[in-house]
């Protein structure tokens, strides 16, 4: 009987020594394992069995992207001025084994690699490029820091500078600076909005007197059209008139000649028209034969009649 309890022990103990050394890796996860104090192999994901008592799990690793935000590190500007920046690093750990065997303090290493880049880089540079050269100063970090933690088995993907604190006075001096610009700004804006003003103004007057000058040039062409008319229409009148006229004395001749007068007649007719021109203003009148001899038969006639 104790032996049966012996047997039972043992394999309860089996079962408990097995059951603790098979491993689930999950997913985005790297073991790195030991066998007797030296590497032995990486499991990844998946299920895998450790040989008890000869092999240890080492450091258990996660392969997804961190992110680490390191403290402001004090850093001095070619012109001699002392700012702090803090930095925010994104890497992500590509092979197990060097991450874990290639540095100590792996994160620690970083942090300072980051501060003495900075400070190579910054030191480089002028007050004014460090604040308007952040993606020149991120790029050649990450580059460094890239190059550098290669053997760590450590990839850097992206570096950002997060702050860059310059110190309070040049912080007032920047905020004047930056409100005298404003206010130059706000100035010439003004300005030109006065200027684009007069402007308008100064066309909108001129496009008003030329208006007027060409409505007073129509308007003076029309009255001249009216007066071009009117005279046309009057000489049409007085050419109408003198065409009857003209006519009328065409037909009282043509009447006349229809008529064949005799002598007699066209005698008459012309002392008739011989007493009219008496009746002017003339003192000198020249009377032709055949007037004086008709009207010498007139006068004898009239005697004649009054006995």
Sequence with gaps: MPFLIT??????????????????????????VERLGKYSTTWETGLHVKVPFIERIAKIISLKEQVVDFAPQAVITKDNVTMKIDTVVFFQITDPKLYCYGVEAPLAAIENLTATT????????????????????????RSILDEATDPWGIKVNRVELKNILPPKEIQDSMEKQMKAERERREAILRAEGEKQSRILEAQGFKESKILEAEAEKQSAILRADAVREQK??????????????KQAEADGIKMIKDAEPTDAVVKIKSLEAFAKAADGQSTKIIIPSEIQSLAGLAAGLDGVLKK
């Design 232 to 245: 046309i229409r009057e000489a049409e009148g007085e050419a109408q008139a003198i065409l009857k006229i």
């Design 7 to 32: 047997i039972a022990v043992i394999v309860v103990f089996v079962l408990i020594v097995a059951l603790a050394n098979i491993k689930v890796v999950a997913q985005s996860k790297a073991y790195v």
């Design 118 to 141: 900075l400070r190579n880089i910054i030191g480089e540079l002028e007050l004014d490029a460090t604040l308007t050269s952040r993606d020149t100063i991120n790029t050649k970090i």
